[in-house]
């Protein structure tokens, strides 16, 4: 069993309460990254709310908490329903990367909306400290993950 199926596993198995920070840093070490987040989707007011977080510098945190639908990396993958990514975000000059994401020092980034029928229930961020394109397999595992949390969220 890979790593990914490992992963769907387990939040298959979990009963009661997921383990926010362990899941995250299962997907983190999965993909070899440094840096990740899980937003859920606060359906009252449409907002994506940090579930949980590794390696995001702490000034971060409050324009991190928060993420409006379209804005960031996170909020464009909401917005679009599929996995946002960038080479080095160091660089972007797309506009898809706020400001402040530069400040968390890492490069290859992607960002996958959570989905289960085409609803939203969140995003799923992770960076590696180079620059990095991940596979089409990759995007695929982590749309696929993120589908398993959106179940768990939905039940």
Known sequence: MNKTESIIESIKETKGEINWQQLLENIIAAFDCITGTIHTLDKSTNLLMLK????????????????????GMAGIAAERKQPVEMCNLQTD???????????????????????????LYGTLGIAKPVPYDFTKEESEALLKIGMEISRFIKS
């Open 52 to 71: 949980s977080q590794k390696g995001i510098p702490d000034f971060l945190l409050p324009k991190m908490s928060v993420i409006p639908i379209g804005k």
């Open 93 to 119: 000059s797309s506009g898809v990367a706020r400001p402040a994401a530069k400040e968390t020092k890492v490069e290859g980034s992607i960002a996958a909306p959570m989905l289960l029928d085409g609803e």
